[in-house]
């Protein structure tokens, strides 16, 4: 099985209330030393319009947004299939809605 990556878009199985929905990986890559574990932003067709949705167009997803107001972390064996990847602009569309959502600067240098 290959490992999740950022910035892909994999099916993940959230659970019997959630489903299994298309999710974009947000989280880095783990080293051997850390725990097996993703952090994912779900994906919705059911919108609000809310300022923590990321409307991100792709040939693989129906209509709708990524909702930065459900993000999770999951084991990685949650991961049922990859869909695709977002391009950088579409990613960085998503990481506004979360840094928004979660209240940390936008564009903040990584350590």
């Known amino acids: 099985m ?35 574990l993703v952090t994912v932003v779900p994906h919705t067709t059911s919108t609000r319009g809310t300022r923590f949705e990321a409307v991100v167009p792709a040939h693989f997803l129906r209509s709708g947004a990524f909702d930065a107001q459900g993000i999770v972390t999951v084991p990685p064996v949650r991961a049922v299939r990859r869909l695709g990847a977002l391009t950088s602009q579409q990613l960085s569309a998503v990481e506004a809605a979360l840094c928004l959502w979660l209240s940390l600067p936008y564009g903040a240098p990584e350590p």
């Open 2 to 36: 290959s490992y999740p990556e950022r910035g892909e878009v994999w099916l993940i199985d959230l659970g019997l209330t959630a489903k299994v929905r298309p999710c974009v990986i947000v989280s880095t890559r783990i080293g051997d030393s850390d725990r097996a």
